[in-house]
């Protein structure tokens, strides 16, 4: 199995930013593309970055596009997601995950269903206006 531990989310005004971190652990060999979701309450999760297993290619949600970097360290098997000009509707829960397959690639990660990822308990990130 594979152990996702997000940290780093906390209270921010806007205009602000925040770093959140994912450290991965266990069956680390078994992750290949990572990526982060977001979920505001009374609203379904939403894909908000991915990152393929080099780190080379970058996928983003329209919303974040500009404002937010996806990165990766693989030597620590943490991936971050750093979080510029923060507004109130980026306030959500923020949660890490890696597909469940090796075979998934980073852009497809937003278009699986939830059961096809493993997945971390999730950070709150809030933003005051």
């Known amino acids: 199995q594979v152990q996702l531990v997000e940290s780093g989310g906390r209270l921010v005004q806007a205009g602000g930013s925040l770093r959140l971190s994912c450290a991965a652990s266990?069956?680390?060999?078994?992750?290949?593309?990572m990526g982060w979701f977001r979920q505001a309450p009374g609203k379904e999760r939403e894909f908000v970055a991915a990152?393929?297993?080099?780190?080379?290619?970058?996928y983003y949600a329209d919303s974040v596009k500009g404002r937010f970097t996806i990165s990766r360290d693989n030597a620590k098997n943490t991936v971050y997601l750093q979080m510029n000009s923060l507004t109130p509707e980026d306030t959500a829960v923020y949660y890490c995950a890696a597909p469940r397959s090796l075979a998934t690639p980073a852009q497809s990660m937003g278009n699986r269903p939830p059961q096809g990822h493993f997945w971390g308990q999730g950070t709150q990130v809030t933003v005051s206006s």
């Open positions: 266990g069956r680390t060999f078994r992750i290949g593309a």
């Open positions: 990152i393929d297993s080099s780190g080379g290619s970058t």
